[in-house]
């Protein structure tokens, strides 16, 4: 049996400091023993007048020891005596840097706070401990960790794969010259790789984008401003028709409607995608949830008026803060990933931070 002695300090009733041994005051079981000690010093030199026992003139220091008894640790059996000493009443200092540290052989895991030998840290078996950031992290180059906290395969290396098979730059080069087009155009893949043409809906204005158990991916344009050729009844000139250059609701719902059937057709998640090609940013979605959470979701046409307000009121000239505050607030779908394309080849993410920011970091 091992004996642990805690010793703890406090001054004028309040606890100062508290010196333990391998955190036995957040678990106190066996047997314990308190020896309570108090100190009054009386401080009346240079005082004026009679000591009448104020805070000037008086020091009170109390004091406990506490000796718990645990059963031995491994390789211990000498059962000796364990304490730290606080100094005098008041005024200790911590020497117990080390009391959070694990017995040789052991570490911390991040997944439940119990000293454990390092290769049971991470529960998960995907997973394995890096000593250096004390932390579980995904085993392989290509695995990043979601937001709960699950072990998926990283989408910056299959867009970066994406954009570098000749057949899907074929069609994107193709579409990032019709921008400045009246109508919009695009393509859907298949799981052989096959680039569909899409058929335009609602005058040009949107593209209809057939879902089966065959689809990988979309990619389509969305349109420069351009003139309609209407007349606007309140100004009397020619209307100007001004596209938001991202996703808009329909995208959303179209992408996860693709990730949804991906559980059921064979198309692995993580290759699933949506495109848009605009002259101001290429952008693409990729997902890293659960397409189990994919419920609940209303139409395109249920969303409009609140992705309207984001864009044009909320964050007005913030196209990545308004989409993205959107997608967190109103479609609430965890595992929505934003990636920008840019001109050069580089690959960014875009996600909120929690001061409601837009954070940009390069995919590497």
């Not at 392989?140 to 910056?156: L, R, W």
Request: glycine content about 10%.
């Amino acid at each position: 049996m091992s004996i642990y002695k805690i010793t703890a300090y406090l001054q004028k009733w309040n606890i100062k400091e508290v010196h333990s041994e391998n955190r036995l005051l957040d678990n106190l079981f066996g047997r314990y023993q308190v020896d309570f000690v108090e100190t009054v010093n009386y401080n009346c030199v240079g005082c004026e007048g009679a000591c009448d026992l104020c805070e000037q003139c008086v020091t009170y220091s109390y004091g406990y020891n506490v000796t718990l008894l645990t059963q031995s640790e491994p390789g211990d059996p000498s059962g000796s005596v364990g304490e730290y000493n606080g100094g005098s009443g008041g005024s200790s200092s911590n020497n117990n840097d080390n009391q959070d540290e694990c017995p040789e052989g052991q570490v911390k895991s991040p997944e439940t706070g119990n000293c454990v030998p390092i290769e049971q840290a991470c529960p998960d078996t995907d997973k394995t401990y890096n000593e250096n950031t004390e932390r579980c992290e995904c085993i392989g180059s290509n695995k990043i960790q979601n937001s709960a906290g699950k072990c998926v395969e990283n989408p910056c290396r299959y867009i970066n794969l994406q954009i570098q098979n000749p057949n899907y730059t074929q069609q994107s080069n193709e579409l990032e010259g019709k921008t400045g087009l009246k109508k919009e155009t695009g393509y859907k893949q298949n799981k052989d790789g096959s680039q569909v043409p899409l058929n335009d809906t609602n005058n040009g204005h949107s593209l209809d984008i057939p879902v089966n158990t065959n689809t990988v991916g979309y990619m389509h344009t969305h349109l420069n401003d351009f003139l309609t050729g209407k007349i606007d009844p309140k100004t009397g000139d020619e209307e100007l028709k001004k596209p938001i250059k991202i996703f808009s609701p329909a995208d959303i719902l179209k992408f996860l409607q693709i990730v949804k059937n991906s559980k059921y057709n064979g198309v692995p998640t993580h290759l699933v995608y949506g495109t848009v090609i605009a002259s101001t940013g290429n952008y693409t979605l990729r997902f890293t949830g659960n397409p189990d959470d994919i419920i609940g979701l209303g139409s395109a046409n249920s969303y409009r008026a609140d992705y309207k307000k984001y864009f044009e009121e909320d964050y007005k000239n913030n196209k990545e803060k308004a989409f993205l505050h959107f997608l967190k607030d109103k479609i609430g779908i965890n595992g929505i990933n934003l990636y920008r394309i840019r001109d050069n080849g580089d690959i960014e993410k875009k996600i909120i931070k929690e001061n409601g920011r837009v954070k940009t970091s390069n995919c590497e």
